[in-house]
């Protein structure tokens, strides 16, 4: 069964602080590893993704780490900010083009100042 | 700001009545999506099509659920007969080439069937 499963379910972290974010997977088949992101009464927006050729992939503050062989990316999010308050998701594709993204549990984050 | 466009916003039914709600793709956009998150934030793929033609879909049992994205109309999902386990927020998106490229979402539909 095609599974992503993320941890933790939520997570607080002072201002300036990294925030890190986990999620697994089972499928070797999956080929894309984006994370998006969703603010209260928003739409989800997509914020970093990844492919399994790089293991490491950095957008300003926002970095995915990928390790093939275990089968788990992570996002960092660095010098965490109030504004980076949300509900993060990872997801993953397999089926190329003609595919589905299956989304993980999602974190809540919440950043205090 | 997001350019799939959802409507209506909100839609209350209640228990046996259809619910239908519409989503316009962003111009140019072949690809749509159609998702369900519940109150837990709980993401379900529903179906997606290309053009007209449906890609994927659910097992959709009940054949409580279609989905349809006709040519130069907007797409729909209806419910056939709402039950109060389908109250979620209905997540239309569209994509210029499938899931592995970026998905726009619109703000959804949240469907509540009293």
């Known amino acids: 069964q095609q599974q992503v499963r993320q941890s933790p379910q939520s997570l607080t972290v002072w201002e300036g602080e990294t925030a890190i974010l986990n999620c697994s997977y089972e499928d070797s088949t999956f080929d894309y590893f984006p994370w998006y992101h969703q603010f209260p009464g928003e739409s989800p927006a997509l914020l970093i993704a990844?492919?399994?050729?790089?293991n490491k992939k950095e957008d300003g503050r926002f970095t995915i780490f990928f390790n093939k062989r275990e089968k788990k990316f992570s996002l960092h999010i660095a010098d965490s900010q109030p504004g980076d308050s949300a509900t993060y998701f990872c997801?993953?594709?397999?089926?190329?083009?003609?595919?589905?993204?299956?989304f993980g549990e999602g974190t809540q984050v919440t950043v205090i100042s | 700001n997001s350019k799939v466009i959802q409507t209506p916003r909100y839609l209350v039914k209640g228990q046996g009545q259809k619910a239908k709600m519409r989503c316009i793709p962003e111009?140019?956009?072949?690809?749509v999506f159609w998702y369900q998150q519940n109150k837990n934030n709980e993401f379900k793929f529903l179906i997606n099509?290309?053009?007209?033609?449906?890609?994927?879909q659910i097992d959709m049992t009940e054949k409580r659920f279609s989905a349809e994205c006709p040519s130069n109309s907007p797409c729909s999902l209806e419910i056939q007969s709402s039950e109060a386990g389908d109250s979620a927020l209905y997540l239309c998106?569209?994509?210029?080439?499938?899931?592995?490229?970026?998905?726009?979402f619109g703000h959804g539909t949240k469907l509540s069937v009293l």
């Open positions: 111009k140019g956009h072949p690809v």
């Open positions: 998106a569209s994509s210029l080439q499938g899931a592995n490229e970026r998905l726009f």
């Open positions: 099509f290309q053009n007209q033609e449906v890609l994927q």
């Open positions: 997801a993953a594709n397999t089926g190329g083009l003609s595919g589905k993204l299956t």
């Open positions: 990844i492919r399994p050729v790089s």
